[in-house]
């Protein structure tokens, strides 16, 4: 779900939660559905820190969905399927966290198509109703340049936003005009809020920052550099394996 950002950062956001400071675990105890979209090329450390801390604030399970491949040109890094082992290799064991597999599903029925957020939402509010509480979890950099996804708006009749804290984005102050109007009167201080409507809502998730990213990750193999502590043990067995990312052409940036 990386996006551009765009220009115009002016506006500013309701004072989020003063820290973090996640509950023990209690996976079951919200209602809530929660989905985590994204390449995962790979996934790492940071994707996990994520997971986890939504997981426990939030109180349900998360579910990770790892993009299809896109359609016309080769995968950048690993294949869908690659990094859909990895994701369950990394999420073995890991109670509350589990894969979706729905974008490759769909890509198989149909391999001409682009996947969009938007599309994701529309059929997951086909099959689990328009009552049910569902949100959408995604980086605060992704959160940032969401003007510039397919039907933007649209979004939030569809799905609340967990927006994560990640590295260097400071939401309070740096959102673009178009999105700080139409979020203004969205923010929520309680993840306990999220439950009480189907979608509409934000809330700003605290958590401890990870300054890995994929497309460093995917450097530091190349160029020879470390890179084993970034992600976890099975995925830097699989990687090695397999030989995936130790040359790697220009790829798009993804976390």
Request: aromatic share 6%; proline share 11%.
């Amino acid at each position: 779900m990386a996006a551009t950002e765009p220009a115009g950062r002016n506006a500013e956001v309701p004072e989020p939660p003063p820290a973090f400071s996640p509950p023990p675990s209690a996976v079951g105890r919200s209602r809530l559905q929660l989905f985590y979209g994204g390449t995962f090329d790979p996934v790492h450390n940071g994707h996990l820190a994520i997971a986890r801390a939504a997981r426990d604030e939030l109180g349900c399970p998360v579910n990770l969905m790892p993009a299809a491949d896109p359609p016309h040109r080769p995968p950048p890094g690993a294949d869908a399927m690659q990094r859909a082992q990895m994701l369950e290799l990394a999420l073995a064991g890991e109670a509350g966290l589990q894969v979706d597999r729905r974008e490759l599903q769909r890509a198989a029925r149909d391999p001409e198509s682009r996947s969009y957020s938007v599309d994701t939402l529309r059929a997951l509010r086909a099959e689990r109703g328009a009552a049910v509480p569902v949100a959408l979890l995604v980086g605060a950099d992704s959160f940032v340049g969401l003007p510039s996804w397919r039907e933007w708006r649209e979004l939030f009749e569809l799905a609340h936003f967990v927006v994560a804290d990640r590295p260097g984005i400071r939401i309070e102050g740096s959102l673009p005009a178009p999105l700080a109007e139409w979020t203004a009167s969205r923010w929520v201080e309680r993840p306990q809020a999220l439950e009480a409507e189907p979608a509409g809502r934000i809330f700003l998730l605290r958590q401890p920052l990870q300054p890995e990213s994929a497309s460093d990750i995917r450097h530091r193999i190349a160029a020879g550099l470390a890179w084993r502590e970034l992600v976890p043990a099975a995925v830097a067995d699989y990687i090695a394996d397999r030989r995936l990312y130790f040359t790697v052409g220009p790829a798009p940036v993804s976390v």
